[in-house]
């Protein structure tokens, strides 16, 4: 099995056109700022999943069933 180099047009090799450089700066902010809003999503999100969760069960306790142990 031969490999194939690939020669880039100014001989260097791993370097990155401008193009290529603003492309991979712009996804990394992207996904920065995406993983900052899903951390305030999930920080204020999870109690009131929960809670609409709970109301939203076809059974449910009676006051008795909550307050005693079995």
Known sequence: MATRVALKANGKKGSKTSEERSTVKCLKE???WMMKK???????GFIPLVIIIGVN???KPTLSQLLTPF
């Open 30 to 32: 992207w996904s920065t």
């Open 38 to 44: 899903a951390k305030v999503i999930t920080h204020y």
């Open 57 to 59: 069960l076809k059974r």
